[in-house]
């Protein structure tokens, strides 16, 4: 039996009249890289608020790291992580600040934060560069100091935001590196991205439509289930008939 | 229409260079993309060319009119779209194209053919304020206001960052469009699978350009064989490739790898076939494949270090 780390039931958030989110259920399993995907408006940021515990959904059930969406949405901080191509790290922060204060909040004692911060320093190959800020490292470095610092509280589960969007071609693809690692260490992954082809890199992928989840399978069944050749082809299939759009 | 002789831009009291001795120049009615990530200079050099940022170095004109002296020719003549949205977001849609269009002397009726395709598609909430629109509402208002007075050259700073990749395609559509009533557009985006959609493209990176021409030519400038590759393991395919001493390269490309050889003599794929048998793979795909603009610019990028 494979141990699910996010269960949804239903879950529904609306504004108003209008419904953001429809009904969605869906389970993510421990270790997993699961991509989230859908067009502009069809409730993935609503989505995945409610997720890490930032938004009290309107009905249905959901559990994120075993806590309730409703009841233990500080819990849920606490076991989650988060990342987004907008907000990663302080850029007037040195490496090391930015470590320490994220760690701080992810509740790491002095002691843990210590072991840490050295420790991630080494594995990132960026001792030379603690006492640098953040703002001057190039892109690719606080990419992946960012997702190091989302992760470094050994969370269950760690959301990310469009986390490679405006990177060259060969850091994304080393950042991808870095996300498979950590699914290895059993911290499953929660993704969203425009670009089609990260897509394959999931292992399953949901694609929301107007607040619904229209299809959720990995990539290949997807492929076969539209008849389409790549991940690309299933995502205009789908989000052709959006009736929300953007 | 379009000129940039040796154009450099520094920040930081010359310690950090963003844009480096970049010359080119787009001809009248071109679609000409700046394709490059984050950091690139891709808007350093869009704030020259719309005479919002002094160079250090070099000459620029645009449709003629140098870029230091003809400033307030150019900001007349031009249509500029900025990455991040700038228009006001407490006027409504109707009053933020009013308000472009007063300032440029004309009206929304004069030019109403130019931006009547793109409008009616927002023309129902023309009265509800720039804030609450979606991020595709934003964008189609902020390319009309970049349109109302019916420019020579229109600059789009990065148009279609962060939207999905439908929307991305109606934007490309409109754009062509706009192409062909004789408007020269240069475009930036960080989405190498757009470069196709270009007449002409520049590779960029840290500040330099790797390579100007059309996509096709970039594409057929690639030198060697590209293959691509997949298993029934695709999670260890790529480190057990990287057992095999004749690889020059590999990186995962969606559901496959690509990879390049350094020797491809008559047995290197009878070897590669037998270490990944070894290591156990099976369904083994392999086959030659055409390079991307992005397996280009991937090239690139590792040639200049």
Redo the contacts between chains.
Sequence with gaps: MKESVIKTEKLTKRFGDFVAVNEISFEVFKGEVFGFL????AGKTTAMRMLCGLSVPSSGIATVAGFDVFKQTENIKRNIGYMSQKFSLYEDLTVLENIRFFGGIYGLSDKQLKEKSSELVLTLGLQNETKKLVGAL??GWKQKLAFSVAIIHQPKIVFLD?PT???????R?QF?DLI?EAANSGITIFVTT????EA??CNRVSMMVDGSIKALDS??NLKKQFSAT???EV??EL??G?KR?? | MVILNNITKTYNKGNTIAVDDVSFSVGKGELFGLIGPDGAGKTSIFRVLTTLLLPDGGSATVDGCDVVIDYKKIRSQVGYMPGKFSLYQDLTVEENLNFFATIFNTTIKENYELIKEIYVQIEPFKNRRAEKLSGGMKQKLALCCALIHKPTVLFLDEPTTGVDAVSRKEFWEMLKRLKEQGITILVSTPYMDEATLCDRIALIQTGKIMSIDTPNNIVKAYSGTLYKIKSDMMNKLSNDLHSYENMLSCYAFGEYLHLSFKNENEHFEKELMNILKEKGHQQIEFERTIPTIEDCFIKLMSSSG
């Design positions: 859908g067009a502009n408006g190039p892109l469009e969007g405006g990177v060259d071609p060969v850091t693809r991808w498979y425009h670009y089609m082809d394959e890199y990539p290949s790549s991940m690309d995502f205009f989000a052709r959006a759009g953007e």
